[in-house]
């Protein structure tokens, strides 16, 4: 569909003149345009569920290690302390509960960015798969309370209750959590290119479409060389040196998220202001230098 549609909006701007033409042109750019930062917005979305999954998941394994040296102290039957382990495992119980929420939500957004991202699938894939084995590990837990007389709160930890509760990947699997920095990692990447006119069309970055005279230059051309891109995490970058005193910003940033600024011999340099919405349209930065 989409091969037959450029051709056709190439074929209005030669044989239209008027400002229907144009109108409808604009339209069509702000939709792509629109549609790529809702895009963006829900991968931006994916990395801080991400993020707060393993956040649970590091306390939770605190709350599991403490459960332990507690387990193994002369006083572990003093009633001090079982409350103690008990409020422990509430907390745990609360944490996995707050993790099957986080990732439905992951899932669902998955869903919302039409992504075909093997490693976010893979992912949620383990993360349900690794579920009954937590319960068991639960279920375990309380065995071995239970042998050194200490009782615990009711709670619906069972292998059944517990299939409702999605528990997300423990530190132990490491390929799993591979997956989780890699992952990560690539939904922070940017990427930004500067150079001359020249240079830029050397390595496909930019490229002339249609007539001469109805042309237009087109930014980031289908085969590009991604290695004359700077890979960044948009975490950490903070300015983007120019290292010349013209420039012009080829790719759509929103206004108000940077800033120039000059510095010896008039070169310039882009200053981010606001890093989520600098990149919220596009994760691609393209300058012509001169």
Known sequence: MK???IPLIATCIISCTGPSSKEKLTQQNDSLLVASAEKDKILNELASSLVAIDENLQTIKE???????NMGTPE???ES???KINSDIQDIYELMLANKERIAELEQKIKQSNSDNKSLNNLVSRLNKQLKEKSIEIIELREQLSQKNIEIASLNFTVEGMSQVIDSIRNSNSKTQAVLDSTTTELYSAYYAFGTKK???DHQVISNEGLPLFGKQKVLSKDFNEDYFTKVDIRDVEEI????????ILTNHPEGSFEIITGEEDTKTIKILDKDAFWSISKFLVVQVN
């Open 3 to 5: 091969k037959l549609i």
């Open 63 to 69: 709350k599991e290690n403490l459960i332990a040296v």
């Open 76 to 78: 572990s039957n003093s």
């Open 81 to 83: 302390l079982q409350v």
């Open 199 to 201: 240079e830029l069309k």
């Open 241 to 248: 040196p120019l290292f010349r005193p013209k420039y012009k």
